[in-house]
């Protein structure tokens, strides 16, 4: 799913700029968030569709990166219909948040900028990360290691305080009550809904017993390995004993090839297992 998600986020793009050539602003006029548009005229369809169009290369290439680094173990833990169920619930979300807050602040101000992109769901993936594996470590900037709990505390109070100065009128380029937005509901989707699922709990169990789990898990795994290598490599001593005994008789069989081939026939046909008869 978080390939499909890339896939048509990248499609979308291609798009956009290709119809930029020929009707500039046109796909952004239609399909980006307008608070004007979607809270007078009901154009309703902008809080999901805002999500698929970017501002840039800069913009689709970071919010592809953080797809691609968080929210594909996501998807692993929570399955893939239920990961897209949570992307579009917090980023129509963030929209919902974007749409109402730029109607109170721009009003007065006669304006109606247009908001694009993913972020918000982005900013909610990274939230879901935080609170599923909160002691893991990152790279910021590539170089600093941090606890992704701590990386989520900062960038939440970056984005809040981001937001205060947008209401006060000092507002930028960057959506940060979009951002704020894909955190809260990415928080009522979480703990409302995620929380409840038994396959979530249990996949959490799962991860909290940690290196004992895998130390077992893995040795079964190494165990039947083991017994499939040994039942193929019996089973050619047999076919190899088989024809030469064919060809040559019984006498032919060294003494050791006799050895082999009693080996062979206790572990390809163990007592009691028919499976392999």
Not at 197 to 225: C, Q, W, Y
Request: charge should be positive.
């Amino acid at each position: 799913m978080v390939k499909r998600i890339m896939v048509v986020n990248a499609a979308v793009f291609i798009i956009q700029q290709i119809a930029h050539l020929a009707y500039p602003g046109a796909m952004e006029n239609l399909f980006g968030l307008h608070h004007v548009g979607f809270v007078e005229e009901l154009k309703i369809w902008q809080v999901l569709t805002y999500m698929f169009l970017h501002g840039g290369w800069l913009h689709i290439i970071f919010n592809l990166f953080a797809l691609w680094m968080f929210a594909g173990e996501l998807e692993q833990q929570w399955g893939g219909n239920l990961f897209l169920r949570y992307y579009l619930f917090s980023g129509m979300g963030a929209g919902l948040s974007i749409a109402f807050m730029n109607y109170i602040v721009y009003t007065n101000y006669h304006s109606d900028p247009v908001t694009i992109g993913a972020s918000g769901a982005v900013y909610a993936i990274l939230l879901a990360y935080g609170l599923t594996w909160p002691n893991r470590k990152v790279l910021l900037y590539f170089v600093i290691p941090v606890k992704i709990k701590y990386l989520v505390i900062a960038f939440g109070l970056i984005e809040f305080f981001g937001t205060l100065s947008m209401a006060s009128g000092r507002a930028g380029n960057i959506s940060h009550i979009g951002h704020v937005g894909g955190f809260v509901f990415g928080l009522i989707y979480y703990f409302g809904c995620l929380r409840r699922k038994p396959s979530i709990s249990k996949k959490k169990s799962d991860h909290k017993e940690g290196t004992l789990f895998s130390f077992f898990k893995k040795a079964r795994i190494n165990r039947k390995k083991k017994e499939i290598e040994t039942r193929v490599k019996a089973k050619r001593i047999i076919d190899a004993s088989l024809e030469k005994i064919a060809r040559s008789g019984m006498s032919s069989l060294s003494h050791k090839e006799r050895k082999d081939l009693e080996w062979a026939r206790r572990h390809y046909y163990p007592e009691g297992d028919e499976t392999f008869h």
